[in-house]
């Protein structure tokens, strides 16, 4: 699955994006954000405070408790302010 980091997140984990083979137990944002904790230092930083965390799967915002069965990309962002 090709994982997207984007502002803050992409600057704490020092990546845009990486494609990663997802565990069997990662079956959700919510897990893969509680997996990607686990890395290393720079991860736990930036998911350090998941309720400010947006997600999409495939371009599509959804909540941190959505399957992630079939999903071909998933986008970490901050959320975002209009005007």
């Known amino acids: 699955m090709k994982v997207r ?8 984990t020092g990546t845009a ?3 990663i ?3 069997d137990n990662v079956n959700t944002p ?3 954000m509680e ?6 230092e720079a991860y736990a930083y930036a998911f350090e405070e998941t309720d400010a965390i947006r997600t999409a799967i495939d371009h599509e915002h959804v909540e941190h408790d ?3 069965t079939g999903a071909r990309e998933i986008a970490f962002f ?6």
């Open 66 to 68: 959505h399957p992630l």
């Open 5 to 12: 980091y984007f502002a803050w997140l992409r600057e704490r």
């Open 35 to 40: 997996w990607l904790k686990q890395r290393d």
């Open 78 to 83: 901050p959320p975002m302010t209009g005007g």
């Open 17 to 19: 994006e990486e494609a």
């Open 30 to 32: 919510a897990a893969l």
């Open 21 to 23: 083979e997802l565990p």
